[in-house]
């Protein structure tokens, strides 16, 4: 699976959108850009993931670059229960295989009141 | 449906006590992942299994850490002998083979070794 960079540590403004980014400029043909979250003491979270095209759901928007060498998440309404460390991952979501996530540091976001 | 549902959250035991971690994947779904998280070390695959059968072990750190997933809606990772290294917590995660794969987390097991 391809490396993520991503920036340690944001913040943003209780209300205002989120923009986090990651760079994977390794990224191959067959693989997703996945995002998790991890809200202390608790589990990694899905929140979205895509191949090529943008994606939206109730939590967030993800934003690829027409090379795929980078992206951004989009939170679009912050709220302090959104402080989380963000993470970005890149990985094969090939059907009938089971593949592991690898995560790196993520991007610890911090939303201020 | 419930998620993933991992027991014991918490536990504290002695050094060279043997220690079982259990987990209920959803309903459903066929692999099944075990993961270790620690502020040095961040979030660390051990194992995981595809229809029941290890698939990949590679992250299991020693002979002490074991894993078995005898059907499937059941696993347990067992340490024996546990050391005051293996504090950490214990993430169980599961997937089901479609498109996405999305792999779903359980809140973890919280492990202290004195």
């Known amino acids: 699976d391809a490396k993520t960079t991503q920036p340690p540590s944001m913040d943003c403004a209780e209300g205002r959108a989120a923009n986090l980014p990651c760079n994977h400029s390794?990224?191959?043909?067959?693989?997703?850009v996945y995002w998790y979250r991890q809200i202390h003491s608790q589990g990694p979270q899905y929140i979205i993931h895509?191949?090529?095209n943008n994606e939206t759901n109730e939590m967030a928007s993800l934003i690829i670059t027409e090379d795929r060498k980078s992206s951004t998440l989009i939170l679009p309404h912050a709220t302090l229960r959104d402080t989380a460390v963000y993470y970005c991952?890149?990985?094969?979501?090939?059907?009938?295989?089971?593949?592991?996530?690898?995560f790196g540091s993520g991007t610890q976001l911090t939303v201020l009141p | 449906d419930a998620g993933v549902i991992q027991s014991p959250r918490h536990e504290v035991t002695e050094m060279g006590q043997e220690v079982t971690l259990r987990c209920k994947p959803i309903?459903?779904?066929?692999?099944l992942f075990w993961y270790r998280q620690t502020m040095m070390r961040g979030l660390e695959l051990l194992i995981y299994?595809?229809?029941?059968?290890?698939?990949?072990d590679s992250g299991m750190p020693e002979d002490r850490f074991s894993a078995k997933m005898p059907n499937a809606s059941f696993s347990t990772l067992k340490i024996q002998p546990s050391e005051p290294r293996d504090s950490a917590v214990y993430f169980c995660?599961?997937?089901?083979?479609?498109?996405?794969?999305?792999?779903?987390f359980g809140e973890g097991s919280w492990l202290t070794v004195v």
């Open positions: 309903s459903g779904h066929n692999s």
């Open positions: 390794t990224i191959s043909g067959n693989e997703y």
């Open positions: 995660a599961s997937s089901i083979r479609d498109s996405g794969n999305t792999i779903y």
């Open positions: 991952i890149v990985r094969v979501a090939r059907s009938g295989s089971a593949r592991q996530l690898t």
């Open positions: 299994f595809n229809n029941n059968v290890p698939i990949d």
């Open positions: 895509g191949l090529k």
